[in-house]
């Protein structure tokens, strides 16, 4: 003996050991917490499909109120009903475990915690050859509660179904029924319903599209609801405005030992003026422009991150939209990414902090330049001869940044000289379509700095109170119903105690 006490249930004839199998009721309940959305459950199938060689992959979603469903039909390797049985298993694979190349997966749990975050019923057919038989299996969870027991069916109506798809083929199905966290007890019927449950869908459309947009350039098909996915290229390289930064190689040792290098790759986007409304708008991504900057990270071609500072005392800017950095990584490096179980999130290992923060610093520096020099064209100062001129003019000689109106502009002068209905008209216009927000953006988030809306003093306001007064008057209201309204107009209803005095004595 070792002096230490042994607990009291135990005698030396009994095995140092006490069986901890967890709760199956229980366990499964929790592996539905994942924080998976349907965007990130349904492309953690998909990398299935890829690492089973798939060439095409069709997501169907249909809307049946409470009995909606989803199914997945890819043209992969298939399975034998051996390799299925395993692949239904929680935990069929060891993230240790080194893998084959074109294997997307890490912890052997994605299929199952995936489904069973939307689904109540998960059920997989597949073919492997097409010598042997289809097979299917189904986990259901209500199954699961009421018999407290780790198992899958082997043998029930929706896997016959699933099976007579595969004939004549190889490859897998998977679906999913009683989406209790994608859909409520509302009727088919009910059009908000159906018109939510279509949004997810086109949300779906476009996470896949941003995920693995490199397989699909490279001839992957992906179908959502029979709309074919189209690469969301994140850098735009194909549009030529793209501006390309020095490449960076960084060396980070594996966990086996090995020298592995990160590819690190920053680009600066066009500016808006460069792009069609189009292009623009889709170059946003399905966060938009603002919070799409930041790292890129890749895994296997796989994009797991898009958009990340990794930096808590960095927020995303305005003027650093325009900033994205690609990072390139090797599977058998997953754990000093953290990666997650949804292939969703990670972060740089803490080797590489550093050098994390120059390159973004450079390429947020960058970015701001680009984009302060697109700003600065959309106001200037008054016009000389043979050049342009512009509608807005920013002062910015003090502490605040002023936009006032060009008052040499040709529109302006025209409407001073001769005041028509139609003039006024089109110097509204005019001011309203030019409104120099990329001046006002890039000059408000640099320093938080006030932009001065003022109209000047308090005897300009109150001189501009007085013309409006007059012009009331003379177009026929009493003296009291254009102190009303000149009181409840802004920038005068603060200046309540003076339009008070206001009389018609101050018009003649």
């Not at 938080?448 to 000047?456: K, V």
Request: proline share 5%; with cysteine.
């Amino acid at each position: 003996m070792d002096g230490r006490k042994r607990p009291s249930d135990m005698t030396d004839s009994e095995p140092n050991e006490i069986d901890a199998t967890p709760r199956a009721s229980a366990l499964i309940e929790s592996l539905r917490s994942f924080g998976y959305s349907p965007a990130t459950a349904i492309a953690d199938l998909v990398d299935n499909s890829i690492s089973a060689n798939a060439q095409t992959i069709d997501v169907q979603f249909n809307w049946a109120g409470p009995d909606s469903t989803m199914r997945l039909t890819d043209d992969g390797d298939g399975m034998s009903p051996q390799q299925l049985t395993e692949a239904m298993r929680p935990g069929s694979s060891n993230p240790l475990d080194s893998r084959e190349d074109n294997d997307l997966g890490r912890f052997g749990l994605g299929l199952k915690t995936a489904s069973f975050s939307q689904a109540r019923s998960l059920t997989v057919a597949s073919r492997h050859g097409l010598t042997e038989p289809a097979a299917s299996r189904c986990w259901d969870l209500d199954y699961v509660q009421r018999t407290d027991k780790w198992v899958v069916l082997t043998d029930n109506p929706r896997g016959r179904e699933l099976e007579t798809l595969l004939d004549g083929s190889t490859g897998t199905v998977v679906a999913w029924h009683e989406l209790d966290r994608i859909v409520d007890d509302r009727p088919a019927t009910d059009a908000r319903a159906r018109k939510s449950f279509l949004a997810m869908v086109h949300d779906v459309r476009l996470h896949l599209e941003a995920v693995f947009h490199r397989f699909i350039e490279n001839g992957l098909h992906i179908r959502v609801n029979g709309a074919e996915c189209q690469p969301w290229d994140p850098f735009l390289e194909g549009d030529g405005n793209t501006e390309v930064l020095q490449n960076e190689k960084l060396e980070l040792l594996s966990p086996a030992g090995a020298t592995r290098q990160i590819d690190i790759q920053p680009f600066i986007l066009p500016h808006r003026s460069r792009l069609d409304a189009s292009t623009h708008k889709r170059a946003g991504g399905q966060k938009g422009w603002n919070l799409q900057q930041g790292f890129y990270l890749y895994r296997r071609e796989r994009l797991i991150v898009a958009g990340d500072w990794f930096d808590r005392g960095t927020k995303p800017e305005e003027h650093h939209k325009l900033a994205r950095i690609r990072v390139e990584f090797d599977q058998d490096l997953d754990s000093l990414w953290a990666l997650d179980v949804r292939k969703a999130k990670a972060r740089p290992p803490a080797s590489l902090k550093d050098d994390f923060v120059r390159i973004a610093r450079a390429t947020r520096k960058r970015a701001e330049e680009v984009y302060r020099s697109r700003g600065r064209k959309s106001v200037g100062p008054a016009p000389r001869k043979g050049h342009r001129v512009p509608v807005w003019s920013a002062d910015t000689s003090g502490t605040s940044v002023k936009y006032v109106i060009n008052r040499e502009h040709p529109l302006l002068a025209a409407t001073t000289a001769e005041p028509s209905t139609a003039s006024v008209i089109g110097l509204l216009k005019l001011i309203e379509s030019t409104v120099p927000v990329d001046h006002i953006l890039s000059q408000g988030f640099r320093d938080e700095r006030l932009i001065d809306s003022t109209p000047g003093s308090d005897e300009e306001l109150r001189a501009m109170a007085v013309e409006l007064f007059c012009a009331l008057v003379r177009a026929g209201r009493s003296e009291s119903d254009a102190k009303l309204i000149v009181n409840e107009a802004q920038p005068f209803d603060q200046e309540a105690s003076f339009i008070q005095t206001l009389d018609g004595s101050r018009c003649k």
